[in-house]
């Protein structure tokens, strides 16, 4: 386990470099099936980049009775800075969380979060400077429809290239424009460093391009772009 200075440093050299990046390199080193479903989304689109280690918060559909999810409550309470929320259980039609919770994970200074389901409030989570990546958007509570079952421990959720992708506590979670990956925590600081290898070649490349080379040269000189 890295030091919460250490894990913070990883965390913010990875807001500087690409998810499509981040992705190339992890298929390059044999982790082929790490993207997630293009039906996550950030909500507003103007959300910004994620970007924090995976702490799994999993339910489900299941009627209940009562006024709220205490589970749901205890697991938020052990968020920790530096971490993504990830939320897994397949709702179908309901949110998971809104603006009040969302301002709790926040305060614990959750980096963000990454739903498998839905949210609501986006105005309000927006105007926190809170990104959220979900599936989709409604303004249905899920209060005595989808209830947290367990947190911390693996979580499915849907793949780009196959139909699940597995996220473990602690795994480094990486969205941005182009969608969310997922960097096994074996994987997080070599794929951080060929990222950025990569990233300042790609400067290079578009100031060579845009100063007038061709595609062709530059290919010859960096390889692979």
Known sequence: MLDPESAEAIRQRYLKVDAATVSDVLDALGYLHQGLAATFAPYPQTAGKLAGWAYNICGEMRPYAGSGDADKMKAVDDLKPGCVSVWSGAG????????????????????????????????????????????????????????????????????????????????????DADGVIVVPADAVEKALNEAERLTASEVKIRAELAAGATLEQVLAKYGRV
């Open 92 to 175: 179908d039609g309901v949110c998971f969380f809104g603006e009040l919770i969302a301002l709790g994970m926040k305060t614990r200074g959750c980096a963000g979060a990454l739903v498998d389901g839905g949210i609501r409030d986006i105005e309000w989570i927006a105007k926190q400077g809170f990104p959220v990546y979900a599936r989709y958007r409604t303004p249905v509570q899920s209060i005595g429809r989808w209830k947290v079952t367990t947190w911390q421990v693996p979580a499915y959720l849907p793949g780009a290239t196959k139909q699940h992708v597995i996220v473990n506590p602690g795994d480094f979670v990486l969205g």
